[in-house]
């Protein structure tokens, strides 16, 4: 973040500019931020977020994901309530992690959670979700993960926003869409040796080129090294 801070608020990959746009969907950041998606397993996190300030890394991803994809909303909105809500907020880490679960770094993984699994995998009996979210404490066995299905589900909570399966659906054909698009690929590469992991042995996209850049680097050391003027 610090070599490049606009990706605190642009896109990793500008390619992405065209599918979401910043500040739409405004009743369902709300509906998401406030814990209330219809979704147990997204509102429970949410809820015991908003009101600790800490979530474990695996919900974080879930939480940006479904905000992302699900929802289809940018992740500059949800990328601020979460910065808000994390008592350990940290940019450098926060805003990459953000793009990265949202799909618009171009050269990472698509990462796409299926709330309602994450929910029977993580809180099989769903005691966090009973805890978290009141309304479902009358419902027993499977039914607490999607009381849609509940023979009376309860009135005081919220029907689903989304279908999270044809959403998924959605998103993905979106996204893949884009990524299939024409010059796509070089300018990736070009993130990925700007931006992406040196560690020795991981695959990546655009070896060659990133060899390319660390030997002009070694050539042409930074004229800024010293200056604290950061």
């Not at 979530?55 to 992302?68: C, D, E, G, H, V």
């Not at 959605?170 to 996204?175: G, L, P, S, T, Y």
């Not at 893949?176 to 990546?204: C, N």
């Amino acid at each position: 973040l610090e070599s490049a801070p606009r990706f605190e608020v642009e896109n990793v990959h500008p390619a992405f500019d065209a599918i979401r746009t910043e500040g739409e969907g405004a009743d369902r950041l709300a509906a998401w931020a406030e814990g209330r998606t219809g979704l147990p397993f997204v509102d429970a996190c949410m809820r015991a977020l908003n009101a600790t300030g800490w979530i474990n890394f695996r919900m974080r991803a879930m939480l940006q994901a479904t905000a992302s994809y699900h929802l289809w909303l940018h992740w500059r909105g949800s990328g601020l309530h979460l910065a808000r809500a994390f008592a350990d907020y940290e940019p450098g880490i926060h805003w990459n992690q953000s793009q990265m679960q949202s799909g618009t770094t171009g050269i990472n993984t698509i990462r796409l959670y299926n709330p309602v699994k994450q929910g029977k995998d993580h809180d099989p009996d769903g005691v966090f979700i009973r805890r978290w979210v009141p309304e479902l404490r009358s419902l027993s066995g499977p039914c607490v993960h999607e009381p849609w299905k509940a023979e009376a589900p309860p009135a005081d909570y919220p029907p689903p926003l989304v279908d999270v399966v044809k959403a998924a659906k959605r998103a993905k054909n979106q996204v893949y869409a884009v990524r299939r698009g024409e010059g796509f690929r070089a300018q990736a590469d070009a993130i990925q040796a700007a931006h992406g992991s040196r560690k020795s042995g991981l695959p990546q996209v655009g070896a060659a080129s990133q060899r390319a850049a660390r030997r002009r680097e070694a050539k042409a050391p930074d004229p800024r090294q010293g200056d604290l003027g950061l």
